[in-house]
């Protein structure tokens, strides 16, 4: 990646370098304390997330309501009235759902044969568990009738020219008015998931249930706040947008950490037998997302395969930068645009020594709190504008790598390329040419 070959050769003499994306040019911070002001310490003078710039929600109106593609007084409003949704009640009550549907997910493994599509187990978990949980519907994941959820994720992410050119234009042309941006949804997702949605909500209306559930509040919230059905509509889709690839894709990289590193996996084994019973297939809520070296193995492999391998913030009040190897600060003003190098920092040895090696106990020990407050480890982003479903993600994904491992041993496919690298036509970082990977049963639980 271009950032990281950046990273390495300025990292020790410059706190910052000017580049360019296209023809649009950027600031590529590279001192972590100036990363953390611009995220935490001085968030009003950069509020705005550059993906703003690339969407017209008036086209894309599944993503009107999304706090990260909004702007400013939007992202503020559309933010407040989304995060009460995500209580800590709720996702209990969600750990439920995705308990049953982790039972799904091992008789779905134990009846391949072959070798096993890691990004698809992902998608297929998350596609059942986030329908299940925010819009109460089967998505038959797991079987031959399964609902197109997968295919229309890869229209949406993987095969999107309109998205893909959305990006072009924000590099070549960074001043051209929003309402010239093409629309990046396309129309069968938007017509798949927009029905979805509308019949959703018209079962859940008409049986007048009332459950502390995601569908429930969300209906809730439509009346609180005078919410038109295609707000209450982005609203829920705010759920999909942010969770499916992003988990799905942190789920297979962990499995494929976990099958390279056979003591790493006999070692999370070992604790997730400590924490169970031998009739349990998972632990308790409160102690599944108090287990410190499965807590470890997650931020170890969201550090090795972040998300999103840089963010991209626009400044929206003048601020001054004081770099530790300048002589003089920095004047941005409004519209000026800073990158901060995930991917770079991520892998970057004088924080995290041999950084191509997956070593969890990095983050045992208060390590994660290190990192964060270092401005160094940013796996769901950082300050008021970090990923506002972290915790719900977090429980999805150390739901599935629990069963996963407690029921099966985890070994790579010879399919699968060694290394690390990302591929770089895929909008959310995965691992080149995919991760195959063969599941064996154990014999026993303990």
């Known amino acids: 990646m ?17 580049t360019f994306l296209l023809r649009a040019p950027k ?18 003078h950069f509020e705005n997330n550059d993906a703003s710039r690339m969407i017209d929600t008036s086209k ?6 999304n706090p990260f593609v909004l702007d400013a007084d939007e992202w503020r ?33 134990e009846q391949q044969s072959g070798s096993t599509d890691g990004m698809d187990l992902g998608l297929r978990y998350t596609s059942e568990n986030l329908l299940d949980c925010v819009l109460g519907i089967e998505a038959q994941s797991f079987t031959l009738a399964a609902l197109p959820v997968a295919k229309h994720n890869r229209e949406m992410s993987e095969n999107n020219r309109a998205l893909a050119l959305a990006g072009a234009l924000n590099g070549l042309f960074p001043q051209l008015p929003r309402w010239l941006r093409p629309k990046v949804i396309p129309k069968s997702y938007d017509r798949f998931f927009g029905e979805l949605a509308h019949e959703a909500f018209k079962l859940r209306r008409a049986s007048h249930q009332e459950r502390n559930d995601f569908i429930n509040h969300l209906l809730d ?12 509509t982005s609203h829920a889709m705010t759920f999909m947008f942010d969770g499916l690839d992003t988990t799905s894709s942190t789920i297979a990289h962990c499995l494929l950490l976990l099958g390279r590193y056979p003591s790493c996996q006999q070692r999370l084994w070992e604790e997730l037998a400590e924490a169970t019973t031998s009739e349990q297939l998972l632990p308790d809520f409160e102690v599944l997302c108090e287990l410190p070296y499965l807590n470890a193995c997650v931020h170890e492999s969201l550090r090795i395969y972040p998300g999103g391998g840089w963010a991209s913030k626009t400044c929206t009040e003048a ?14 003003y409004p519209g000026d645009n800073v990158m901060i190098p995930i991917y770079g920092l991520h892998h970057d040895p004088n924080y995290y020594p041999e950084p191509h090696l997956f070593q969890p106990e990095r983050f045992l020990n208060g390590g994660l709190k290190r990192f964060q407050s270092l401005g160094v480890f940013l796996g769901f982003g950082n300050g008021p504008r970090q990923c506002v479903g972290m915790r719900l993600a977090l429980v999805q994904t150390k739901a599935a790598l629990a069963a996963i491992v407690r029921q099966f041993e985890v070994r790579v496919d010879a399919r699968t390329l060694k290394g690390i690298e990302l591929d770089p036509l895929i909008f959310v970082g995965a691992h080149k040419g995919g991760i195959w990977l063969n599941f064996v049963k154990r014999t026993a639980f303990k």
């Open 60 to 65: 894309d109106q599944l993503v009107a309501c």
């Open 319 to 332: 601020y001054t930068l004081h770099g530790s190897h300048h002589s003089h600060p920095l004047q941005l």
């Open 77 to 109: 409003l559309q933010r407040g009235i989304f995060s009460p949704l995500l209580t800590s009640g709720r996702i209990r009550n969600a750990y439920t759902n995705m308990q049953r549907v982790c039972g799904k997910l091992c008789a779905y493994i």
């Open 221 to 232: 919230m439509q009346q609180e706040h005078m919410l038109s059905e295609a707000q209450l």
């Open 27 to 44: 600031l590529l911070l590279l001192e972590p304390k100036l990363i953390n002001e611009v995220f935490v310490s001085a968030f009003r």
């Open 2 to 18: 271009r950032d990281l070959y950046i990273c390495r050769q300025h990292r020790e003499t410059d706190s910052y370098v000017g």
